[in-house]
């Protein structure tokens, strides 16, 4: 239980940390004062599935993420990754980042298969996505890489989707309320730009680095 939980032992609407899903008991939560909601930041490489009046946030560059909900059951959740399944083309990052381009996929299948764990069923998931912004001017397209690579996917499974907000140049604040499926979208202008470029290169590096350690972690 998080810091922000113990100096504020009120009660939440609609929030039980006891409720929460197994394998997500240790994530960081905090009061947002703003939306009067408990809120969870999620990071590339990350995913996050809740049941419960909760709000997930993200920031986004070229990364993608996918906001994947069972309308019967109310129950969804959010992911975050920056690199789509292996193309195995010889390109100016593929090359580099090798194995650890398996992301995307990593990232869609834990999303849905913790839903499902929950109790969700294929049949009833409905999909939005955002992001895949070309933040990162000096490299290859990895923004749009993104979003071919989730909309061939959702296409394939056979998913619903919603709604989407991909492309362009911008940065984006994506939050997302699983239990109604409500989602806000705040583009991001250039004072936040040079930031969140340098965040989303050092993780490139990060996972050249490391290309054999491609699993979506939890948080």
């Not at 997930?56 to 975050?80: F, P, Y």
């Not at 998931?125 to 749009?144: S, Y």
Request: glycine share 8%; net charge positive; charged share 25%.
């Amino acid at each position: 239980m998080s810091d922000a939980f113990a100096v504020q032992p009120r009660t939440f609407a609609g929030f039980d940390p006891k409720n929460v899903l197994p394998g997500f008991e240790h994530v960081r939560r905090f009061w947002d004062p703003a939306q009067e909601v408990v809120t969870v930041k999620i990071l590339p490489g990350e995913f996050y599935v809740s049941r419960q009046e909760e709000m997930i946030s993200t920031v986004l560059g070229s990364c993608v993420s996918a906001c994947v909900r069972d309308a019967r059951l109310r129950i969804g959740g959010m992911n975050h990754f920056m690199l789509p399944e292996p193309t195995g083309e010889r390109d100016s990052w593929s090359s580099t980042i090798g194995r650890a381009a398996r992301y995307g996929n990593d990232a869609m299948e834990q999303l849905i298969n913790a839903i499902l764990k929950a109790g969700g069923r294929r049949d009833d998931l409905e999909v939005k996505i955002f992001g895949g912004g070309r933040v990162l001017a000096t490299m290859t397209d990895i923004g749009q890489r993104n979003i071919a690579f989730v909309q061939r996917y959702i296409a394939t499974e056979k998913l619903k989707l919603c709604a989407a907000d991909v492309g362009d140049i911008y940065p984006r604040q994506v939050q997302f309320f699983p239990v109604s499926g409500k989602v806000r979208v705040r583009q991001l202008r250039s004072m936040h730009d040079h930031s969140l470029a340098d965040r989303e290169k050092r993780y490139l590096k990060r996972l050249a680095d490391d290309p054999i350690k491609g699993e979506v972690e939890l948080f």
